[in-house]
């Protein structure tokens, strides 16, 4: 789904195990507002970014974590 971000229009995709999940607005808001507003936050990031991809895998939990 594509959000319109300012001046910027995001296009939003989630994938889990390989599978696309369809997003309604709200969750794209929410998505794109978190990632963007997290990644340009960070020292070094260019203002003029073209994609961010951020990919998540869980874990096993190991005794030192705990």
């Known amino acids: 789904m594509k959000q ?3 001046v910027m229009l995001l296009d939003v995709k989630l994938f889990v195990d ?3 999940i369809d997003l309604s607005e ?3 808001k929410i ?3 978190a ?3 997290a990644v340009t936050s960070l020292r070094g990031i260019k203002g003029d970014w ?3 991809e951020v990919k998540v ?3 096993e939990r190991t005794s030192e974590a705990e």
């Open 18 to 20: 390989g599978e696309e």
């Open 50 to 52: 073209k994609e961010i």
């Open 26 to 28: 709200f969750v794209v």
């Open 57 to 59: 895998t869980k874990t």
């Open 35 to 37: 990632l963007v507003g």
């Open 4 to 6: 319109c971000f300012g």
């Open 31 to 33: 998505l794109s507002g």
